[in-house]
């Protein structure tokens, strides 16, 4: 018999970022208050789960996401550069539709392609990237479950991918709200389900930054 694995792709509570920025992987972005209360409200529902493995991407607000569930498990938080967020060309600006560097003709040639996306790392990369992270989480965790603290593209890319749909999107469609699980169960080495949950509440897939 297969032994059943969990990997959670967690992604991080909200952002204190009051100037509306796309932060990408800047640092010196932490929780907002009430991304703390996400973090620990996760913590929360996750506290009768068998994890046995916490992991994070590198960057602050994820760290600090991770923080309750591991201590609430008595465990360490490991760091894998593979559950960063996507890399963007468009990183410190404003990039809300109409408004900051979208209108200046000086970034347009950055948007000419989509599907790839031309402003930034591309999409089966982040796939690519994002599997390896999850299948040594899932190692690590054999037989029990692990948490992975990333970013609401890498999370919504590597599912896409998952399900076999096309990796390019419209981005006000994705279904991964801040604070949300997205659950791969594997069955051995073979994903067998994959089940979304949102224990914070739903947000708008559309806050600027990730």
């Not at 490991?78 to 979208?102: K, M, P, S, Y």
């Not at 390896?132 to 991918?161: D, K, M, N, Y």
């Amino acid at each position: 018999m297969s032994e059943t694995t969990i990997v959670h792709l967690l992604r991080h509570g909200e952002v204190h970022n009051p100037d509306k920025i796309l932060y990408g992987r800047l640092p010196g972005f932490k929780l907002s208050d009430r991304g703390q209360r996400q973090a620990l409200t996760v913590a929360e529902a996750v506290a009768t789960h068998d994890i046995t493995y916490v992991v994070a991407s590198p960057l602050q607000r994820a760290q600090e996401t991770a923080a309750p569930i591991a201590a609430a498990h008595r465990l360490d938080v490991d760091t894998d550069e593979r559950l960063i967020e996507a890399d963007n060309q468009f990183e410190g600006e404003r990039v809300a539709v109409g408004d900051g560097a979208l209108r200046q003709p000086k970034h347009w040639p950055k948007l000419v392609n989509p599907f790839r996306p031309s402003w930034g790392e591309p999409y089966v990369e982040i796939a690519h990237r994002m599997l390896g992270a999850i299948h040594r989480a899932r190692q690590a965790a054999e037989g029990h479950e692990a948490l992975c603290v990333s970013h609401q593209l890498p999370i919504w890319t590597v599912r896409r991918f998952l399900e076999a749909k096309r990796l390019w999107h419209d981005p006000r469609v994705r279904q991964c709200s801040l604070a949300s699980l997205t659950s791969l169960v594997f069955e051995g080495e073979e994903l067998v389900r994959i089940v979304y949950s949102e224990p914070a509440g739903t947000t708008d897939p559309k806050v600027t930054g990730a």
